[in-house]
């Protein structure tokens, strides 16, 4: 298994988080990734699942209620299944409400008076709360109490028209979804400044995150808007109108909005791209006129004017070069450019990537062992902290494995359990095949 190192004869520091106490009602991904890294910082996150389990758990299946997906967003956790629709399910809600420090809700805004974890209750309950509440486009507007996917922001944000690829003239979706799980990092970052702020104040609060809030964030360089634009967007709103009607594919109208609005595309169209070579891909990245004279010190290519990028000049420059990168294999360009410190690195495909050394040296995956299904490999944290420790990641939980542990952490006694059990409130693992 993958560790941060440690000085020698040093024991393991605590994480920063050690101590705090998370209870998690959500499925998926953004949510449950934000329970991911706070665990992944010492908390100790209770992850409440509906009978049947985390959507997830069905995805891609390994052994009976546990699969692929689900193992790898929710590593490092603990986990209870919780009918929350059970008239009996109230003391349950609120003893975890009363016991944690952090709760992460997210549920339609509809559903969640129905369960009795709703904001306002949790609060009542535990005035030190901090509640995070997780909706799809955002706790205020018209669509406020709709649920939603990644890809729906993706379109929404107007993100996905400059990232998403194209199939049959039509875009598809971006993978992995990034407003999912860059949602997940954004909630960790307001729990963290809410727990700040609780402690200067002790009182807790609500904290509000959304999947099209991370998106038009995502999207910042790519997403605004300037009076000196006005002119040209006005012009190119007409004509994209018009592409439309005639039936014009997305590839196009990407190309038509880019050629239009998107500045230095003469550069992206050399110096910050991928390129075929002999033997795989490269991914160039250098935009200074210093490193733009790099490239072509090693490439031997000659200048180009920048300013015209979609003429057929400027479109047989590219092919010269994409011809170029072609003739010497990865390691060869690799070498040559990073000899003039030209940035540039490896297209890794994904299993490449859990083998590259520099993602190994750093921690950013790690191998786990499920008692379910073996071993497994998935993503570690994506930082550390020099006075604080990155506890080590243990396999995601099996179904209902911590139920009747969680509910004596609450303070129910065995019988009490066993009620609840009985009841089919809580489960305490799959039922009988």
């Known amino acids: 298994m993958s560790t941060a190192d440690e000085p020698a004869g040093r024991e393991p520091l605590p994480g920063i988080l050690d101590g705090i106490k998370v209870v998690e009602f959500a499925q998926n991904a953004a949510i449950p990734h934000c329970g991911r890294l706070l665990a992944g910082m010492g908390a100790d996150v209770v992850k409440v699942e509906p009978p049947g389990g985390d959507a997830m758990r069905s995805l891609a299946s390994l052994a009976p209620m546990e699969a692929k997906a689900y193992a790898l967003i929710n590593p490092g956790k603990r986990a209870m299944v919780l009918d929350l629709s059970h008239r009996d399910a109230a003391e349950v809600v609120d003893s975890l409400f009363r016991w944690a420090d952090v709760a992460l809700v997210a549920f339609k805004q509809g559903d969640l008076e129905r369960y009795g974890i709703d904001a306002d209750h949790a609060l009542e309950v535990n005035p030190r709360l901090v509640y ?116 014009m594919g997305f590839v196009d109208q990407r190309r038509m909005y880019e050629e239009r609005i998107i500045p230095g595309a003469g550069a992206f169209r050399i110096y910050f791209r991928t390129y075929m070579t002999a033997d795989g891909m490269i991914s160039v990245a250098g935009l200074s006129p210093a490193l733009r004279q790099k490239f072509h010190d090693v490439t031997g290519l000659p200048e180009v004017d920048l300013g015209a990028p979609h003429t057929d000049e400027f479109d047989e420059f590219v092919a010269e070069a994409e011809r170029l990168f072609r003739t010497r294999t990865t390691a060869e360009w690799l070498e040559a450019l990073r000899e003039v410190e030209f940035p540039c690195g490896p297209y890794n495909l994904p299993y490449e990537a859990l083998e590259d050394d520099q993602i190994r040296a750093n921690d950013y995956v790690v191998d786990l062992k499920h008692p379910a299904f073996g071993r497994y490999t998935t993503s570690g944290m994506p930082l550390r902290f020099s006075e604080a420790g990155n506890p080590v990641l243990g396999a995601s939980p099996q179904y209902g494995e911590h139920t009747r542990e969680m509910l004596a952490d609450l303070g129910l006694d065995a019988d009490s359990v066993d009620r609840l059990v009985a009841a089919s409130v809580v489960a305490d693992g799959p039922p009988p095949e």
């Open 132 to 247: 995070l509440a997780h909706t799809a486009f955002g706790p205020e507007g018209a669509d406020s109490h709709l649920g939603g996917y990644d890809v729906l922001v993706q379109a929404r944000s107007g993100a996905g028209f400059i990232m998403n690829r194209a199939e049959q003239g039509v875009p598809t979706s971006t993978r992995p979804a990034v407003n999912d799980f860059g949602t997940g990092m954004i909630s960790a970052l307001g729990v963290v400044a809410a727990l700040r702020h609780r402690d200067q104040t002790g009182k807790g609060q609500r904290v509000d995150s959304s999947l099209l809030g991370t998106a038009m964030s995502l999207a910042t360089p790519m997403i605004g808007g300037f009076e000196s634009d006005e002119d040209v967007l006005a012009e190119l709103k007409q004509d994209v109108a018009a592409a439309r009607s005639a039936g």
